[in-house]
T-cell receptor, first 114, second 110 residues
Framework: GAVVSQHPSRVICKSGTSVKIECRSLDFQATTMFWYRQFPKKSLMLMATSNEGSKATYEQGVEKDKFLINHASLTLSTLTVTSAHPEDSSFYIC??????????FGQGTRLTVV | SQQGEEDPQALSIQEGENATMNCSYKTSINNLQWYRQNSGRGLVHLILIRSNEREKHSGRLRVTLDTSKKSSSLLITASRAADTASYFCATASNNNDMRFGAGTRLTVKP
């Protein structure tokens, strides 16, 4: 299967700082990438849909100024958590869609804000 | 390697038939979840089964979990054309980090 690389896998940051998470499709072009967040003991929540070259589509309740998404190329999407707070601590995972039929997931990022 | 490997990779059936998809994993888990994804859309959570549960039902969905074999199955009964989608299993380990498999592409022909 195709590979989506997500980096970093774990990050600890101080309150008020920003953290960038990268999601790269290594061997295919992903016109669409999805960003998810998992709250403790809950299922994944879709945060936003990212399309190359256009603005991301955010789900209801997700602050677009808080979670900045940039899909700069067909192989890279980034999620920046701005002015992070402890409540932003979570597991974030991305997936890249190939050809509208297949999705491949990154390894996820465990963010801890202290 | 990724936790959670589904098989088959692709499954094509007629409307009304049952569809069974399997998922195997390697390490101990806290729970296992099944998701569905339609083309161009995000994941939709279907069902969560905890490590101490063996079977769960939700409508036309039936999920089993065998922790001794480190495997799970998703059964969709009386399939419909609208069930056509990709189905993923995801395992959550004790630290709650999730791992996804490659998915099963289900096609239900009308």
């Amino acid at each position: 299967g195709a590979v989506v690389s997500q980096h970093p896998s774990r990050v600890i940051c101080k309150s008020g700082t920003s953290v960038k998470i990268e999601c790269r499709s290594l061997d295919f072009q992903a016109t669409t990438m999805f960003w998810y967040r998992q709250f403790p003991k809950k299922s994944l929540m879709l945060m936003a849909t990212s399309n190359e070259g256009s603005k991301a589509t955010y789900e209801q309740g997700v602050e677009k100024d808080k979670f900045l998404i940039n899909h700069a190329s067909l192989t890279l999407s980034t999620l920046t958590v701005t002015s992070a707070h402890p409540e932003d601590s979570s597991f974030y995972i991305c997936s890249g869609e190939r050809g509208n039929t297949e999705a491949f997931f990154g390894q996820g990022t465990r963010l801890t804000v202290v | 390697s990724q936790q959670g490997e589904e098989d088959p990779q692709a499954l094509s059936i007629q409307e009304g038939e049952n569809a069974t998809m399997n998922c195997s994993y390697k390490t101990s888990i806290n729970n296992l979840q099944w998701y569905r994804q339609n083309s161009g859309r995000g994941l939709v959570h279907l069902i969560l089964i905890r490590s101490n549960e063996r079977e769960k039902h939700s409508g036309r969905l039936r999920v089993t979990l065998d922790t001794s074999k480190k495997s799970s199955s998703l059964l969709i009964t009386a399939s419909r054309a609208a069930d056509t989608a990709s189905y993923f299993c995801a395992t959550a380990s004790n630290n709650n980090d999730m791992r996804f498999g490659a998915g099963t592409r289900l096609t239900v022909k009308p």
